[in-house]
């Protein structure tokens, strides 16, 4: 259509529209007489070291050497300004999440540590016959984070059973639209949680393993 030309200012690879991803297609900047009349927002690029104090002084002079007409600036924010703003929804919602997460694993932290620290504590006194009957503490040690990531691994394979279903089913695919469970991120999600707990569970363990093993056999044993 020859009636309605633009020129190509220039071409743009994906943009990258906020620090948290955001990644959108490819752009072309269409010039024009319409566009760069629409909306009359204008970006100005100061030289380096000259931006301090640079919106004060520029609206101190604004209406005396910046206005033409009816033509006047009304406000000039900051890139850093207009960036926070912009990112506040992404920033708030990530801290969220992040408060929840960490809140969430310290009450799992706290339930596993005390569930295997009073369980190890029960079994003092078959530690000590253990040590009695020639076994060292290191046998010790991992036959007890042994039984724990034992338990901890029957566990996880039923709850894999429920992953692959909520997975399948996408029952919570309206907070990020279809797909948000994938199998690769089921299977990283399945491999954190479990790395995590393990290390609870063994951190439960070894507190007060180490300190039976450190208990004379023969007081621990005088109950008996």
């Not at 380096?48 to 609206?59: L, P, R, T």
């Not at 479990?194 to 004379?216: D, K």
């Amino acid at each position: 259509d020859t009636t309605r030309t633009y020129r190509i200012g220039a071409a743009l690879n994906e943009v990258q529209y906020n620090d948290y991803g955001g990644w959108g297609d490819d752009l072309t900047l269409v010039v024009s007489r319409d566009v760069i009349d629409y909306g009359q927002e204008y970006c100005v690029r100061v030289k380096e070291g000259y931006d301090k104090d640079f919106i004060k002084n520029f609206m101190d002079d604004a209406d005396r050497l910046y206005r033409v007409g009816n033509f006047y600036i009304t406000d000039v924010k900051s890139f850093d300004q207009i960036r926070d703003n912009y990112q506040r929804s992404y920033t708030n919602q990530i801290r969220n999440f992040c408060v929840g997460m960490g809140f969430l694993l310290l009450n799992i932290f706290l339930g596993l540590l005390g569930t295997f620290w009073f369980r190890t504590q029960q079994r003092v006194s078959e530690i000590a016959i253990r040590m009695v009957n020639g076994a060292t503490r290191s046998s010790i040690f991992g036959r007890l984070i042994g039984e724990g990531l034992l338990i901890l691994t029957v566990v996880t394979v039923v709850a894999i059973g429920f992953d692959i279903l909520i997975s399948y089913l996408e029952l919570n695919q309206w907070l990020n639209g279809n797909k948000y469970l994938s199998w690769g991120r089921t299977s990283l999600c399945v491999l954190i949680s479990y790395v995590l707990m393990a290390i609870m569970i063994s951190v439960g363990i070894a507190f007060p393993a180490y300190r039976a093993m450190h208990i004379q056999p023969t007081e621990a044993l005088h109950d008996e």
